[in-house]
């Protein structure tokens, strides 16, 4: 006896009808519950900037389009800050404030400079400095009388209220039809950059901005409409996914599997069928099956393709060019000659609706 088998033999004994596997930890953390305990990624999230509609000039399209616009954007950072008492020589730590650390948020430098437009007309609403021609900076007013008198911050609307142009920037974690939100309330923007042209380097341009904000506001939810604002209204994509069913297409491949191991080349058949249907929401019957290449699927959607170009739908002259090629008959199937008809009545399985109305 072979020193394999002599080792398979003691790992039946010890552990009869058990596969070797390594541990599922983590499969059982993060996977299981709907991978409800699974990390978040840092590429699905999605910016709101709610202006103040009374003082901002942009439109909704231009405000909601500036969020989309957003590259990066850092999540609200605190420093609670302390102070350290010594009572007869015992050390205590008392807590006094929380401070809010400015957030950084950088933004695609877009072609149709909606960014740009939306830092205009923040800066053109507190600041006059751009309301003037190169001429008017001309004039020599240290001994003379200023031509221009507003310079500098003055916003450009009565402001006794206080109010500020923009109302909060809300940023929204997406994961697994759900979001986790922070609202900042009352930012203040205290630095903005345009981007930097560099010859011979063939970047991305782009925008950043520094925030200041009073507060931060959580929340959390399924996303639908009217959670996540401006989410889903513009520019976004609503033709189903062809993997739209990718779960039950993945349920269908490991039974056709577990039947054709079996040697239930029937079921395997049927559920070939169940797959293609879920696959083009059809309704396909047993005399209409299709020829599905699963591994070919599987790569296609392994490759980001879309799995319905490798899908055939045969017609009854592949079918018998196929079958005659065969040496073998399936069991309940009878042998097709090259002139018979696939759907006659001697060719027919009599215990299945083969060539029924």
Same mark, same amino acid.
């Given at each position: 006896?072979?020193? *394999? ?11 009869? *009808? ?37 003082? !901002? ?38 807590? /006094?404030?929380?401070?809010?650390? &400015? ?109 200041? %904000? ?19 209204? /513009?520019? %976004?994509?609503?033709? &189903? ?49 299709? !020829? ?57 399985? &009599? ?7």
């Amino acid at each position: 006896m072979s020193q *394999n088998n002599i080792w398979g033999q003691l790992l039946q004994s010890i552990a009869p *009808n058990q596969n070797i596997r390594d541990y599922r930890h983590a499969t059982r953390t993060f996977v299981d519950s709907l991978y409800r305990l699974s990390p978040k990624l840092n590429n699905l999230f999605h910016v709101f900037m709610d202006v103040n509609t009374n003082i !901002s000039s942009i439109d909704q399209l231009s405000q909601i389009e500036t969020g989309l616009m957003a590259k990066t954007v850092q999540l609200p950072k605190y420093n609670v800050q302390n102070k350290t008492y010594n009572a007869y020589n015992r050390k205590t730590v008392q807590q /006094e404030r929380v401070n809010y650390d &400015p957030v950084s948020i950088t933004f695609h430098d877009d072609s149709a400079d909606v960014v740009r437009r939306f830092w205009y007309d923040y800066f053109t609403y507190y600041y006059r400095d751009s309301d003037y021609q190169v001429d008017n900076y001309k004039d020599d007013s240290k001994y003379k009388q200023r031509q221009q008198q507003n310079w500098g911050f003055s916003p450009k609307t009565a402001n006794t209220g206080n109010l500020p142009y923009l109302n909060s920037i809300r940023i929204y974690s997406l994961h697994q039809k759900r979001f986790s939100s922070y609202t900042l309330v009352r930012p203040m923007i205290t630095n903005f950059q345009h981007g930097e042209h560099t010859a011979g380097e063939y970047e991305p341009m782009q925008h950043s901005m520094t925030i200041n %904000y009073e507060a931060v506001l959580y929340d959390s939810g399924p996303v639908s409409s009217g959670t996540v604002l401006g989410f889903g209204e /513009e520019h %976004y994509d609503n033709t &189903p996914s062809p993997l739209r069913n990718v779960g039950s297409l993945i349920g269908a491949g490991r039974n056709i599997l577990d039947n054709v191991e079996n040697g239930d080349l029937g079921s395997a058949v049927q559920n070939g069928i169940n797959a293609f249907n879920i696959l083009t929401g059809s309704n396909t019957q047993l005399k209409q099956a299709p !020829s599905l290449d699963l591994s070919v699927i599987g790569n296609d959607i392994m490759k980001g393709a879309s799995p319905l170009s490798s899908i055939f739908v045969p017609t009854s002259s592949t079918v018998k060019n196929g079958l005659s090629r065969s040496t073998a008959t399936f069991p309940g199937f009878g042998g097709v000659s090259n002139g018979s008809n696939m759907n006659s009545a001697s060719n027919q399985n &009599p215990n299945s609706n083969q060539g029924s109305n």
